[in-house]
């Protein structure tokens, strides 16, 4: 279990995580989402010991990551796949890793075949690609066979093979009763992988939720598509008649609203004599989900397409 209280981190005047408390619990995944500048790597390194916090406190099954006498049986990392020196083998960066916790080399060969790097082992680490970095990477987060595994963009260069691996690998090792805060931008994958989300904004957290609450608080669109479209939205849209209704433009002739169920729509064009070609309900997805509630926090921004 990981656990925070308070956690914030002051640089000078810019506050990067800002009164954090979340708990993330072991026997499932916990997506940990948030745009960029939003605070996760700062909390992530908060986590590993690697900054100390201004204020605030963060623990590891019940104790500070520094405090535990063998930190690598206790929470595996993987933050930067390529902090390892490209003049090192597979083996050998794995090995002198082990070697700091008495780990025995059976276990360096375990993590290597369950990896899928055994045959690279000898190769030196400068050669290899951006997809069998992370994988060494996971193998040395994995050395310890720890009770909480922390990584962060996992699945980054990783072919769709490879992708798969990393989904079923952090699936079993949370129905093992482990601990996995797993962080990433692809919300098609976390979709798949999380069964919890904890969302920064601007060093706050927004939102800490079990994924199907989350996704399903976002509310339901629904796709209209009529040759009086224009008509049909300025009824809707009617002052007083559907308070904080969002209508969103698809074209001439087609727009999708929040706020109305399609039966609702329906018969709004029935009443007014308007001709309807498509009413379609549309389930929101995780990356609706976060793209609404991230839209005010997103602290770098590029203009929008016309």
Known sequence: MIETHGLTKQYGRKT???????????????????????????TMRLILGLDRPTSGTVTVLGRSYADHPAPLHAL????????????????????????????????VDEVLEMTGLSSVAGKRVGGFSLGMGQRLGIAAAMLGDPQVLLLDEPVNGLDPDGVYWVRRL?????????????????????AQTADHVIVLGRGKVVADAPIGEFVGGSGQRVTVGSPDAARLAAVLTDPGAHPGLDIESLGE?????????????????????IELHELTPVASSLEDA????????????TPQAA
């Open 170 to 190: 952090v699936r079993q090792l949370a129905a093992e009763g482990r601990t996995v805060l797993l962080s990433s931008h692809l919300m098609s994958e976390m």
């Open 16 to 42: 990067a995580v800002n009164d954090v408390s979340f708990t993330v619990r072991p026997g499932q995944v916990t997506g940990f989402l948030g745009p960029n500048g939003a605070g996760k790597s700062t």
């Open 253 to 273: 002739h087609r727009f999708s609203v929040a706020g109305m169920t399609a039966a609702e729509i329906g018969r709004a064009a029935v009443e007014h004599g």
């Open 76 to 107: 595996g990392a993987l933050l930067d796949a390529k902090g390892v020196h490209p003049g090192r083998s597979a083996r050998s960066h794995l090995s002198a890793l082990a070697a700091t916790h008495r780990i025995p080399v059976s276990r």
């Open 290 to 301: 976060y793209l609404a509630l991230t839209r005010d926090e997103v602290e770098y921004t």
